[in-house]
Nanobody
Framework: QVQLAESGGGSVQAGGSLRLSCAGS????????MVWFRQGPGKEREGVAA????????GYADSVKGRFTVSQDNNKNTLYLQMNSLKPEDTAMYYC????????????????????WGQGTQVTVSS
């Protein structure tokens, strides 16, 4: 069974940093799309950052460019999200999603293409 498990969330003050992890299990493919989404209070779910595993491809939402960095440990099927210069508007539940069928490409932020999701990890940024 394919599963994703996020960790690393917490509460920080504005300007602080957090590193999220998403550990995948139950699959052996080394070419897929792993993505971080977030959903804040009263907001729609939005794509934050994406990585086509096994390649150099990454994608970012405009709101996090220059502050967040997505990376992977392909040997461990683990995706990371380094979040720096955090802002109160980054407060959200962060989810990891996986598309085993293809790389990310230009549609990576379309949540409907992902059928494997983690349970989420909460990030709270106070001003």
């Amino acid at each position: 069974q394919v599963q994703l498990a996020e960790s690393g969330g917490g509460s920080v003050q504005a300007g602080g940093s957090l590193r999220l992890s998403c550990a995948g299990s139950g699959y052996s493919s080394r070419f897929n799309c792993m993505v971080w989404f977030r959903q804040g209070p009263g907001k729609e779910r939005e794509g934050v950052a994406a990585k086509t595993t096994g390649t150099s491809y990454t994608g970012y939402a405009d709101s996090v460019k220059g502050r967040f960095t997505v990376s992977q440990d392909n040997n461990k099927n683990t995706l990371y999200l380094q979040m720096n210069s955090l802002k109160p508007e980054d407060t959200a539940m962060y989810y990891c999603a996986l598309d085993l069928a293809r790389g990310c490409g230009s549609t990576w932020s379309d949540s409907s293409r992902y059928n494997v999701w983690g349970q989420g990890t909460q990030v709270t940024v106070s001003s």
